[in-house]
């Protein structure tokens, strides 16, 4: 076929011009048939749309006037004036209805039975009749709820068509009468306009109209029409479909002008009705036609651009038969596989190892471009690869294959390949092709994935032992803190005096339970970050401020061992420091623990806190004295905190066993100094997540000094979930009555006691869905709410609660045994006033943070 083209100069021209064009023409008619699918399923969706939004408008209004009418007919006055056969009484309420209302142009009283007993404005003709057939008086006499009609003639004066709204009026339990208003004429055009559809339909969606029907097909609403007869729309396919409560999309001939038209219709819920949306197809298709005329210019332009570009490639023909007699000399007794390919990327020469790797024969392969038969992907991504050709062709440059490159055979067969592609030159210095040399490296890649294999394994027994931690830790924390709850309650003696002897157990079942939760807890945390699922929440504050607040927790306990606390901090350090503030102060807890539990009574334990600029230093300190953690971060200034005791001291061996997990130090004070192993590796991995180091120097004996690093990191960034003040609605405390909703009956039993003893009235619901409910009815003046639950979770419960009216702006405590994610407290933040831990407090905490964030509430 090539040496046929060759032949004559005038067959390239057309051959080219042909390639050009039928692409063009082909893409023309399938962008044109295209535009005009994607503008039919746009406006059909369109129409959707609108439909189902004038149907739930339609739907609000109605339920509006229901709402209004359930309120007139629920007046005691208005009911006794019923029973006892006050006219006037009955009258000036009918009055007040019509007085009230801008929509309601009509109102009369039956009693049960459907006799009309009174009207407004006022016809004397009817007084008396029985309107027992009537279709609203059928709706509402069969469940004796609100009813909707459908579209009738009214019998008193003016009359003409409408529906009417029927309410049930009840006295002690029964039926009394019935309160049926009529709406004006205009209400379901009012409804309809009110979503500003009409200009919608002008501006967006070309000519069009929308029309409402009664449960029987019968129009209530069409802009072309007047009612004033009844006019059954019930055999058009949307109003059949809507009548059986479908909603959905056609293509149809409309029933008024008989032009096809895109229709959408949807159902207006609880009573019957529907909303259909029509537009005329044609209007929708006038921008294709105007792309159509577009698209058939372009493809004539490009026809002729098509015929010069194929002329030209004619005169290059001639030096590609050239340079493929060079590149004949291309030597097949290379041991690697070698493909040649010319400026045009098309393969011409493999030698017989290429064949062999790629599966395809030379004769095969000629002619062809190079990614159909040199196929290659990465094996890491399974995406297709770069082929270095391309970039041989631009730079001129030799360029190797990416690593771990895949290549695939004809057949299938996947070969891991390496090596390069070069330049090829003429005697002039023209480049006229490139040549690819590549090899089979399966051994040197099966040698890698056996060392990758291995490595996966680790790390994934590691990751099964980190979630096997995580599940044990939160299966534990709910029971044991209902043990530590009811310990505090029996160790307050709310229940009575106790002697000495059970003071002394329930203290010791007090300690034993804390130790155990703050165990559990550190096993939590430590799982978390080796699981890579531990994020901090950044905010900006004083760092003086935060270590004053650590110090302070160790106050007490220092006065009663005589211990001596000291904080120093160089002037320069006195600033403020953008990190994770909780994290920061479990940090310095676990640090300042550690240093008062082993320092004798009368010794001293001082921090002290300077800033550094050389990031150098800390890292040549940390080696001189026993590296904790990795290099820390280049980016930043650093500041140093040390903990410095006066205490038993470490032993130069025992240093390196200081941040294994569960590792404890062997020596004569492991008896007296009780702990779990696991505080220092918590502390490490910490001060890592905020890309600083730690390390220790220490002499047995004498002390130790703990001292770690923190990027400075001022930048700013929103304050964390736990410190932004949430824009909810103020509501003061009445009464101090709260909502404990929880499916956990101990935990509930705790927060009662707690919360009573400090004189709140305490409702409770063990789920969701009663909760909301009981907040519904009760309306307490906040909720304390846990997010575990069954059936419905605390998530939906809070979306369920800030969705309903009257619980809307209750404030709203979170309780939860969950390690909530940064993205989960994002979801609550503008939800509910406070998230509180279960596994971090006890009952005095518990109750202070109740009072805290209600008071900062009603103030």
């Not at 006037?65 to 000036?92: C, D, M, Q, T, V």
């Not at 493929?324 to 493999?350: C, F, K, M, P, Y």
């Not at 103020?730 to 909502?739: A, D, I």
Request: aromatic fraction near 6%.
């Amino acid at each position: 076929m090539k040496e046929w083209l060759l032949k004559k100069r005038w067959r390239i021209i057309l051959s080219g011009t042909l390639i050009v064009t039928i692409p063009l023409i082909v893409l023309s008619t399938y962008i044109y048939l295209k535009v005009t699918s994607v503008l039919e399923e746009r406006l059909l969706k369109e129409n959707e749309r609108l439909a189902q939004f004038t149907a739930h408008t339609i739907e609000e209004k109605l339920r509006a006037e229901i709402a209004f009418g359930k309120s007139y007919a629920a007046r005691p006055y208005f009911l006794e004036g019923l029973i006892g056969g006050n006219k006037k009484e009955i009258r000036r309420h009918l009055m007040s209805l019509i007085e009230n209302s801008n929509t309601i142009e009509r109102v009369f009283i039956t009693d049960h039975s459907g006799a009309q007993v009174d009207n407004y404005p006022f016809t004397p003709e009817t007084i008396g009749k029985t309107f027992s057939a009537r279709d609203w008086y059928k709706g509402l006499s069969k469940n004796w709820t609100p009813y909707v009609s459908e579209f009738y003639m009214r019998t008193a004066k003016p009359q003409r068509y409408l529906f009417a709204i029927a309410i049930p009026m009840r006295y002690n339990g029964k039926i009394v009468g019935c309160l049926v208003m009529q709406p004006r004429d205009d209400f379901i055009k009012n409804a309809v306009g009110s979503v500003d559809l009409a200009e919608a339909l002008q501006e967006h969606m070309h000519i069009g109209h929308i029309y409402v029907v009664d449960r029987k097909g019968n129009l209530v609403y069409h802009p072309d029409y007047k009612m004033d007869r009844i006019i059954d729309f019930s055999n058009v396919p949307p109003v059949r479909n809507v009548l059986k409560g479908m909603e959905g999309i056609e293509k149809m001939i409309g029933p008024v002008h008989k032009l096809p038209v895109l229709a959408a219709y949807h159902p207006v819920s609880g009573w019957g009705w529907g909303v259909v949306v029509e537009q005329q197809s044609a209007a929708v298709l006038a921008p294709a036609r105007k792309i159509r005329l577009a698209l058939f210019i372009i493809t004539g332009f490009m026809l002729l651009l098509g015929g010069f570009i194929a002329y030209k490639a004619s005169a290059l023909l001639a030096s590609v038969k050239m340079a493929e007699e060079n590149l004949a000399v291309t030597l097949h007794s290379i041991g690697d596989g070698v493909l040649v390919v010319d400026v045009d990327q098309e393969i011409v020469r493999l030698n017989p190892v290429a064949e062999q790797l790629t599966g395809w024969t030379e004769a095969e392969a000629r002619g062809r471009k190079v990614e159909e038969v040199f196929r290659i992907i990465s094996e890491e991504t399974r995406l297709p690869a770069a082929i270095p050709i391309e970039e041989v062709l631009s730079t001129g440059l030799i360029t190797g294959l990416a690593n771990h490159t895949v290549l695939i055979a004809r057949d299938g067969t996947e070969r891991p390949i390496a090596d390069s592609a070069a330049p090829i030159y003429d005697r002039s210095n023209e480049m006229f092709g490139v040549v690819m040399v590549f090899r089979d490296v399966t051994p040197e890649r099966d040698a890698e994935k056996s060392i990758l294999k291995a490595s996966e394994q680790a790390e994934a027994a590691n990751k099964a032992k980190s979630d096997f931690l995580a599940n044990m830790s939160h299966e534990l924390r709910t029971p044991l803190n209902a043990v530590i709850g009811f310990s505090e309650v029996l160790q307050d003696e709310m229940f009575g005096t106790l002697n000495e002897k059970q003071k002394e157990y329930i203290t010791d079942i007090l300690v034993s339970g804390r130790h155990l939760l703050n165990l559990i807890n550190d096993i939590l945390d430590l799982s978390k970050v080796e699981a890579g699922k531990l994020e901090l929440e950044l905010s900006t504050f004083p760092l003086k401020d935060a270590l004053n607040a650590a110090l302070c927790m160790f106050k007490e306990k220092a006065m009663k061992h005589s211990l001596k606390l000291d904080l120093e901090i160089e002037p320069e350090a006195e600033i403020e420091i953008e990190a994770d503030e909780r994290k920061l102060k479990q940090i310095m807890f676990n640090l300042l623990s550690n240093a008062v539990k082993f320092t004798p009574d009368g010794g001293s334990v001082s921090v002290q806190t300077r800033l550094i600029s050389d990031v150098g230093a800390i890292r040549r300190v940390a080696q001189e004295e026993g590296r904790g953690s990795a290099s820390p971060r280049q980016d930043s200034d650093f500041i140093e905190i040390s903990v410095t005791d006066t205490g038993i001291g470490i032993k130069p061996e025992d240093i390196p066993k200081l941040f294994i997990e569960f590792s404890q130090l062997g020596s004569a004070y492991t008896k007296e100094y009780a702990g779990t192993g696991l505080g220092l590796v918590l502390t490490k991995r910490l001060v890592e997540l905020h890309g600083g180091m730690i390390w220790v120097k220490s002499e047995s004996g004498k002390g130790s000094t703990f001292a770690f690093s923190l990027p400075v990191r001022q930048a700013s960034k929103p304050l964390p979930f736990a410190e932004e003040h949430l824009q909810m609605e103020k509501k003061p405390m009445t009464g101090k009555r709260t909502l404990i909703i929880d499916d956990d009956p101990k935990t509930i039993e705790l927060m009662q006691k707690a919360l009573m003893t400090e004189g709140y009235t305490v409702l409770s619901a063990p789920e969701g869905k009663t909760g909301v409910m009981l907040a519904k009815q009760e309306k307490p003046d906040f909720i304390v709410l846990d997010l575990l639950m069954p059936r419905m979770n605390g998530f939906e419960t809070v979306e369920a609660l800030r969705n309903t009216p009257d619980t809307a702006s209750v404030p709203i405590i979170i309780l939860t045994g969950m390690d909530l994610s940064l993205a989960d407290k994002n979801k609550l933040k503008d939800q509910v006033q406070r998230i509180i831990e279960k596994g971090h407090l006890d009952k005095k905490q518990f109750v202070e943070m109740v009072k805290e964030t209600i008071e900062g509430i009603t103030s």
